[in-house]
C-alpha cells in the first residue's frame, strides 16, 4: 500500500546578515552534500511502496552497473513532491513521485537515474565539497574586506560575494553537463535510448516558455534547457539505441505505477485522465481497483482486484491491494492470507509487504497470531532498518506480549529513525534498565543513547 511518512523538520539557526547569501548558497546545496542517518531524518517526505519501489530499482540496476555502481548499496528514495525531480546524497537517489507520474515512459525515467548515476560516478558530491570551501574562503576574505571600511571596499565585499556564488554555480552547470554526457554512455552500454532524456529537457524547456521566465544564465545551477538539449541531440541521434522502446511489459508497469500514484496523491480526476486513453488496459483497470479501495466500497473493490489476480496470478501487488481491502473490510485474517501470499510472490523481497502481514496478524489477536506477528514485523525491519513506523507496530505486538524491555527498545528505534532522537534516547534509557549489561540489545540502546550527528549509527 502506498503510504507517506511525516517525520519532524528541525528548524536552521539564525544567519547573519553579512552572511547571508553566501549562506543561501550553502543551503541549496545542502541537501547534495548531507550524510544524515536516514532520509526521514532529514525531512524529506517520503513515500513507501513495494511495487514502485521494486520498479525504480529494475530502471537503475542495469544502469548502476554500467556506471560501476552495481556494489555501491545504494538506495533510491520516492519523494512526495509533484515536481518533475531527481537528486542525490550520499549513497541515496532521491526521485519525485512527480517526476514517475508524469514521465510516461520508463526511459523517460531512466534517463534521469543515467544522469544522477553520473553525479554518483563521477564523485561530483565530494568535488562540490572542495568547491564550496575554497567558494567559503573567498566570501570570507571578502567580508573582511568590507568590515567597517570605506564604500569602495564595502562594494568589493559585495562583488567578492557575488563571485564566490557564481564560482560554485559555473562548477555545479560544468557537472551537469558531465553527467548528462554520462548518462549517455550508461544508457549505451545497456541499449538503451536517450530520447527520453531529451523529452525530460524539452519538457524544462517549455515549462521556462510558458512561465515567461527570464533567467540569467550565471544565476542557475544548471545548464539552460535548450543548451542542454543541443549538447545531447547529436549523442542522442548518433547511437545505435536511439529508436530502442521500452518493453511492452515494462511499459505495463510504468502505467501501472502512474495509476496507482495518481490514485493516492492526485485523486479521482487524476486517475480518470491516465485512463481516458486506454480504458481497458490493465493499468485502467488497476487504477479503478485502487480507485473503489480509496473511495467506494469493499466488496466491488473485492471484485475487480480478483479479475486483476485472475489475469496476472503471480502479481503480488495484486495480493497486497487484496489485503489492503480486506484490512478496510475488517477480516484481518483474510488478509494476512493474502499478504502472506504476496511475500511468496515477491521478487525484490520488500520489508514493506512483512511488516503489512504483520499488522494484519497482530489485528487477528490471537495469542498465536501475535507471535507470528513479531516474527514478520522483525523479518521486516531486518530488510528495511529505516522504516520508523514499522518499528512502532513492532513496539505494540511487543507490549501485547507484555515484553516491555523490547517493547521500549522498538520505540526508541522508530524515533531513532524518524529523526526525533531526544525521545529515542529517552527510551533506549529505559530499555536499558531492564536488559542485561553487554547483551546485544543493550548494546544497541547504548549505540542510540551515544548517538550524535558527528557520530553516526549504522
Known sequence: MLSRLRPSIGRSTSLSRTARGFATLMLAAA???????????????????????ALVRDYARPIFKAAGLANDGID?????????????????????????????????????????????????????????????????IATLLGAGATTNSKGLAGAGGEMAQRSILAYQRTEEITADRSAI????????????????????QSALSLAGTQVDPYRISHPMPQERIS????????????????????????????????????????????????????????????????????????????ALIKEQPKNPYFQELRGDILMKANKPKDAADAYAKAVSLDPAHSGLLLVSLGQALMAVGTPDSLKKAVVQLNNGVGRDKEN???????????????????????????????????????????????????????????????????????
Request: net charge positive.
Open 231 to 306: 549538447n545531447l541531440e547529436v549523442l542522442v541521434k548518433q547511437s545505435p539505441f536511439v529508436n530502442v522502446v521500452d518493453p511492452p511489459a515494462l511499459q505495463q508497469r510504468h502505467d501501472m505505477m502512474r495509476i496507482k500514484i495518481a490514485a493516492y496523491m492526485q485523486g479521482q480526476a487524476a486517475v480518470a485522465r491516465l485512463m481516458r486513453k486506454n480504458p481497458t488496459s490493465l493499468a485502467s483497470r488497476y487504477g479503478d481497483a485502487q480507485q473503489t479501495y480509496l473511495y467506494g466500497n469493499p466488496g466491488a473493490a473485492l471484485t475487480k482486484t480478483a
Open 76 to 140: 533510491i528514495v520516492l519523494v512526495n513532491d509533484p515536481s518533475f525531480n531527481a537528486f542525490v546524497t550520499g549513497r541515496r537517489l532521491f526521485v519525485n513521485t512527480g517526476a514517475l507520474v508524469t514521465a510516461e515512459t520508463p526511459n523517460e525515467i531512466i534517463g534521469v537515474i543515467a544522469h544522477e548515476a553520473g553525479h554518483i560516478a563521477g564523485g561530483h558530491q565530494q568535488k562540490l565539497r572542495d568547491q564550496l570551501d575554497r567558494a567559503k574562503t573567498m566570501a570570507i
Open 388 to 458: 520508523a513506523e514499522a518499528y512502532r507496530f513492532l513496539a505494540q505486538a511487543y507490549g501485547e506480549q507484555g515484553d516491555i524491555p523490547a517493547a521500549d527498545l522498538a520505540t526508541a528505534e522508530g524515533h531513532y529513525y524518524a529523526g526525533d532522537y531526544k525521545n529515542a534516547k529517552i527510551f533506549a534509557m529505559r530499555a536499558q534498565q531492564k536488559l542485561k549489561r553487554g547483551e546485544p540489545r543493550w548494546v544497541r540502546a547504548q549505540d542510540i543513547i551515544n548517538y550524535t550527528p558527528s557520530n553516526k549509527l549504522k
Open 185 to 204: 554512455t550508461y544508457l549505451n552500454a545497456t541499449g538503451q535510448s536517450g530520447m527520453g532524456m531529451l523529452k525530460t529537457f524539452g519538457r524544462f
Open 31 to 53: 541537501v547534495a552534500v548531507s550524510g544524515s542517518v536516514s532520509a526521514f531524518a532529514q525531512g524529506v517526505p517520503v513515500v513507501r511502496d513495494a511495487e514502485i519501489e
